[in-house]
């Protein structure tokens, strides 16, 4: 295994950028996920890393050399694709076996080599099948195997589990990570799938518009989003989102519906009055009694998941300025809807007022003008 040094990396297609002076180290045996929406660079720093793209600036490392300028059969990587790859008209064995045999490994090593991987695969039973015999879980492994095989400095995964139903998925996501402890091959791995990300990383590069916006462990990011980008993306469902004014004496975010949430200190930069945007995860709003309220929530659907139950809801104006019959939903673009995750018991009626309070250290802040994580 080696480690990874992207440093200053920078891709272009003519005037246009797509990847913006990307700098991080990879450790070896570590395990990278690049997630982010689709056309945000991830596939093409992966393909950088692999040498399908040549990248426009910077420089890449696989261990100590130096590899900008070599071909992908020089680079000592193993890539997994998404649609796997595989020859058709070939068994198992010979998908696993054909890099070997193009290197020119002996006969008695190439089965050695094949045999270990699909022990280590569980697909023993399946070396003479071909392709179209096997099902799109047991592909993906043949795929996997055929990277093993190679016994690779780094293994290279890109969307490998996109074609797989959601039941197969989360079983190749534990035999992936299973794959990679067992193996210590350093892995970089690309998703738009943020619960694989979490699930499979042990750190996360969340990509927006060709910048890594964080670099950091999956608890970090979730804890800690660099940005409001970053807070949007990682989370499911997403981070609620407000805009919100300081108070003169800092003390407090006050909310156009009237409602004022308590701050622990003064977030640093900023005076009383400047505008701020406001983050608060699903989990975080709790139920409580109205004299403890700090928000109000108009319910306006409620999804029962069995462990969990999400309402969905708009904030109301609060400090008992709703009255029977009144509408005092606020309609604002700003506010939005939101989003509360109770225990699977919980049950509300479309219309029902629910008061809400949040604990000062689970409000996130960010730069109303560029969306930066404010301390």
Do not use: W
């Not at 020859?87 to 198992?92: A, D, E, I, K």
């Not at 981070?239 to 407090?252: C, K, Q, V």
């Amino acid at each position: 295994m080696s480690s990874i040094s992207i440093r200053g990396v920078a891709k272009s297609y003519g005037n246009t950028p797509v990847i913006h002076d990307l700098d991080v180290e990879i450790a070896e045996g570590e395990f990278i996920v690049v997630v982010g929406p689709s056309g945000c660079g991830k596939s093409t720093l992966l393909r950088m890393i692999a040498g399908l793209e040549r990248i426009t600036g910077g420089e890449i490392a696989i261990g100590q050399r130096v590899v900008n300028e070599l071909e992908p059969k020089d680079r000592d990587i193993a890539m997994v694709f998404q649609n796997y790859a595989l020859y058709p008209h070939m068994s198992v064995f010979d998908n696993m076996a054909y890099g070997l045999k193009i290197a020119g490994l002996p006969r008695e090593e190439i089965r050695q080599r094949v045999d270990r991987a699909a022990a280590i695969l569980e697909l023993a039973d399946f070396l003479e099948r071909k392709p179209r015999q096997l099902s799109g879980g047991q592909r993906q492994r043949v795929a996997m195997g055929r990277a093993i095989v190679r016994d690779p400095s780094v293994f290279l995964f890109d969307e490998p589990l996109s074609n797989l139903d959601a039941k197969l998925r989360v079983q190749m996501r534990l035999e992936i990570k299973q794959l990679q402890r067992s193996l210590g091959t350093t892995s970089v791995y690309v998703t738009h799938d943020q619960v694989e990300a979490m699930t499979l990383a042990d750190r996360l590069i969340v990509m927006n518009a060709g910048v890594a916006e964080q670099i950091d462990t999956p608890l970090a990011v979730y804890s800690h989003p660099a940005s409001r980008f970053v807070a949007g993306f990682i989370g499911s469902p997403a981070m609620n989102f407000l805009e919100a004014t300081l108070t003169e004496d800092g003390s407090h975010l006050g909310l156009t519906t009237g409602d004022r949430l308590t701050l622990d200190h003064r977030p640093d930069g900023l005076g009383g009055g400047q505008n701020v945007t406001l983050g608060l995860r699903p989990e975080d709003l709790l139920l409580c009694q109205e004299p403890e309220a700090s928000l109000h929530l108009r319910v306006e659907m409620v999804e029962p998941l069995g462990a969990d139950t999400l309402v969905h809801g708009r904030l109301s104006a609060g400090n008992g300025a709703a009255s029977e019959g009144a509408d005092t939903t606020l309609v604002s673009a700003t506010a939005g809807l939101m989003t509360l995750r109770l225990p699977g018991t919980a049950h509300f009626d479309q219309g029902e007022r629910l008061p809400l309070r949040a604990t000062p250290k689970s409000l996130h802040l960010f730069d109303a003008a560029n969306g930066r994580r404010l301390s």
